[in-house]
């Protein structure tokens, strides 16, 4: 098995007060975060947010305006987009998804599609998978050419609550077995997977950052969904000081309303350093919706609220 992440280590891929803007808006500003060997980052944030965008400059795909990326040399990335352009009247089979960007040997070909548990469908229509085959086929095709770094845009859309356990449980056999990097976007803004080192939270910037809070000691939780989901899933509590009006402008603690939300444009206050106490919250039901960002929850130590 691989060892944890390895905080040491050069990072894979790092990003410093990185920023990109279109048509004079900034999509994300002041992102800060870094993916090493072997860690496994999510990043959640409700629709728009910018996770995406950010995913797509750590990955070099996009530019950023502002601040800085580094990659690894030579760094290989594998990378799962949230959605494929496929032309869906075309019949295609699971072997040539495998090999539409590029050839690729059989051997890792069958490899990949063992590692996922598709090896006996080599030959069956994309068109005709479940959900969680096609998001299985799709994480094939990103390992097959053995990256440095995954990247995973919302790997459980699509996908029922036990094909979800099942990919968290691929994700990290992935990490353990090949030692890979893992970044990847949740759909969901409290539940993550449990294997997460590091959660990042953002709404335009990284409004806080964690770790998720294992759910495993929660008796009620394994009562309603069984231990296997408590070991693949954990709750991530955590709470903002400001709301995102449905114009795009933020609505600050102070009443103070802005165009824009960034960490230096001194709405935000600082809960850096404070020492929260952990609140397990598992089966609770939350009211966090994509236009207001708000709890009451307290969250785990450590994290950054900015
Ligand atoms: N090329 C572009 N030009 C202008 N605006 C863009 C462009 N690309 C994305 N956006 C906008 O930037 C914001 C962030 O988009 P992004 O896809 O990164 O968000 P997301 O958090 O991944 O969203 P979702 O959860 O819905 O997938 C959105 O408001 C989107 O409309």
């Known amino acids: 098995m691989f060892p944890p992440a390895n905080s040491e280590a050069k990072p894979l891929v790092s990003l410093s007060n990185v920023g990109v803007q279109r048509s004079g808006r900034w999509l994300v500003r002041g992102v800060d975060f870094s993916v090493s060997r072997g860690e496994i ?14 995913v797509k400059t750590a990955i070099g795909v996009l530019k950023p305006d502002e601040g800085t990326v580094e990659r690894a040399d030579g760094l290989k990335v594998g990378y799962v987009p949230q959605k494929l352009a496929v032309d869906w009247t075309l ?10 960007t590029g050839p690729l040997s059989e051997d890792d070909m069958t490899a990949a599609l063992e590692a996922v548990g598709l090896s006996h469908m080599l030959g069956a229509e994309v068109q005709h998978l479940s959900g969680g085959e096609f998001q299985r086929a799709l994480m094939a095709r990103a390992i097959a050419r053995k990256p440095d770094l995954l990247v995973l845009d ?21 990490r353990n077995s090949t030692g890979c990097g893992i970044l990847l976007i949740s759909h969901d803004l409290h539940v993550v997977m ?3 080192d590091t959660v990042i939270c953002l709404n335009g910037h990284v409004c806080c ?19 296997r989901a408590a070991q693949a899933l954990a709750v991530y509590s955590h709470h903002h000081d400001h709301t995102h009006l449905p114009d795009g402008r933020v609505l600050h603690f102070d009443g103070s309303v802005t165009d824009n939300c960034h ?25 966090h919706h994509a236009d207001d960002h708000s709890h009451d929850h307290k969250q785990p130590a450590g994290e950054r609220h900015v």
Do not use: C, W
Request: aromatic share 4%; charged share 15%; hydrophobic share 30%.
């Open 91 to 100: 019949p295609l089979t699971v072997r040539r998804l495998m090999t539409l």
């Open 209 to 227: 950052r964690g770790t998720p809070q294992a759910v495993t000691q929660s008796a009620e939780y394994v009562r309603l969904f069984g231990s």
């Open 263 to 287: 960490p230096d444009d001194g709405h935000h206050h600082g809960h850096e350093g404070h020492d929260h106490a952990h609140h397990n919250h598992a089966g609770h039901s939350h009211d």
């Open 41 to 54: 980052v999510t990043l959640i944030g409700p629709n728009g947010s910018g996770k995406s965008t950010t």
């Open 194 to 196: 449990a294997a997460t």
């Open 154 to 174: 919302e790997p459980v859309q699509g996908v029922d609550f036990s094909g979800e356990i099942a990919i968290y449980d691929l994700i990290q056999s992935i």
